[in-house]
């Protein structure tokens, strides 16, 4: 149904574990993105990736280290999280890296729960 | 003061009425505007752009009053279905995600 697709869309992890997200958009794309939803607040981009080279880092913890292999996949690697990083973490793809059309493709989201 | 505005609401209206909701920009510069809807436990879809002129799709009206610096979404004769949190889009500039500000969104319940 959607032509970008979120795995795992559900996951629980304590502190000192590490895990990781991935995406894959179907959309022939060249940009992606990863977002981080928190509840009551905005959108906040954290990650941008045109032509799998990374070109925003919106002054992320390291915490949180993103993986473009190529154009259609983006991985965020999770590791040492504190609670406040639960949030629903969505990925995007557009087909303009300016994204001019303001048209952002997102995928469904995973659900993080850091205990 | 916020880049983007929104009231959370939730606004609560009956089926077939018509709502309207505002969104507030801080920047005069911004250049393009956009209405996204998100469905509960779903992802942001684009919904549609404002054109300057106010442009129309359906049931759906989005205006753009630059000189007060808002732009609103009108939703007519509305359906259970329209339930959801629609978020306000806008771009300073074209030039890439980072200049993307999106709202925190108004929240309509329609109810039967």
């Known amino acids: 149904e959607t032509g970008v697709t979120q795995t795992p869309r559900h996951l629980v992890m304590g502190m000192t574990n590490k895990k990781s997200l991935k995406c894959e958009q179907h959309?022939?794309?060249?940009?992606m993105y990863w977002y981080k939803q928190s509840a009551k607040k905005p959108l906040e981009l954290m990650f941008v990736?045109?032509?799998?080279?990374?070109?925003e880092n919106n002054s992320v913890p390291s915490r949180f280290s993103p993986e473009c292999p190529n154009s259609s996949h983006l991985f965020l690697h999770l590791h040492t999280l504190q609670p406040e990083d639960s949030a629903l973490y969505l990925c995007?793809?557009?087909?303009?890296?300016?994204?001019?059309?303001?048209?952002?493709?997102f995928g469904e989201g995973s659900r993080l729960t850091v205990l | 003061r916020k880049e983007v505005e929104q009231d959370p609401g939730p606004f609560n209206v009956p089926e077939g009425a018509t709502v309207a909701f505002n969104c507030t920009y801080s920047?005069?510069?911004?250049?393009?505007f956009f209405w996204y809807r998100q469905d509960c436990r779903k992802e942001p879809k684009l919904l549609m752009s404002?054109?300057?002129s106010g442009n129309e799709d359906g049931r759906f009206t989005a205006q753009l009053n630059r000189a007060s610096q808002y732009i609103s979404l009108l939703i007519r004769d509305s359906k259970l279905s329209d339930s959801a949190t629609y978020l306000c889009?806008?771009?300073?500039?074209?030039?890439?995600?980072?200049?993307?500000?999106f709202g925190s969104g108004t929240r309509l319940s329609i109810r039967p």
């Open positions: 995007a793809s557009s087909q303009d890296p300016n994204v001019n059309t303001g048209e952002l493709f």
């Open positions: 959309l022939g794309h060249n940009a």
């Open positions: 990736y045109n032509f799998k080279e990374q070109t």
């Open positions: 920047n005069s510069a911004s250049q393009s």
């Open positions: 404002v054109y300057s």
């Open positions: 889009v806008v771009t300073p500039r074209p030039g890439g995600a980072s200049k993307i500000i």
